[in-house]
């Protein structure tokens, strides 16, 4: 009888595992408040770029940042695991 991966001992453990999963959201998991990013998704050349990381929720995978436009600061709202690559200004 095997055990399930994230089970030890048969008992699912939740303290030491994250939802989310993704060298991205590894990252955003860890990321300072207010650092400023280019972020890349799947199927494009141009990234977001300039926006500047709020806050990371490792329950819904969603990454929080805002970006500055003309119209004043928008909020953007991205799934880490869609995320391909972050680079981080300085």
């Given at each position: 009888?095997?055990?399930?991966?994230?089970?030890?001992?048969?008992?699912q453990d939740?303290?030491?595992?994250?939802?989310c999963?993704?060298?991205?959201?590894?990252?955003?998991?860890?990321?300072?408040t207010?650092?400023?990013?280019?972020?890349?998704l799947?199927?494009?050349?141009?990234?977001l770029?300039?926006?500047?990381f709020?806050?990371?929720?490792?329950d819904?995978?969603?990454a929080?940042f805002?970006?500055t436009?003309a119209?004043?600061?928008?909020?953007?709202?991205?799934?880490?695991e869609?995320?391909?690559?972050l680079?981080?200004?300085?």
């Amino acid at each position: 009888m095997g055990f399930r991966e994230g089970e030890v001992m048969g008992v699912q453990d939740t303290n030491n595992r994250r939802r989310c999963r993704g060298c991205a959201c590894d990252q955003l998991a860890e990321l300072q408040t207010g650092t400023l990013v280019d972020v890349f998704l799947p199927g494009s050349t141009t990234p977001l770029d300039g926006l500047m990381f709020v806050n990371f929720d490792d329950d819904t995978c969603c990454a929080f940042f805002t970006q500055t436009t003309a119209a004043g600061p928008r909020t953007i709202v991205i799934d880490c695991e869609d995320i391909v690559a972050l680079r981080f200004l300085p």
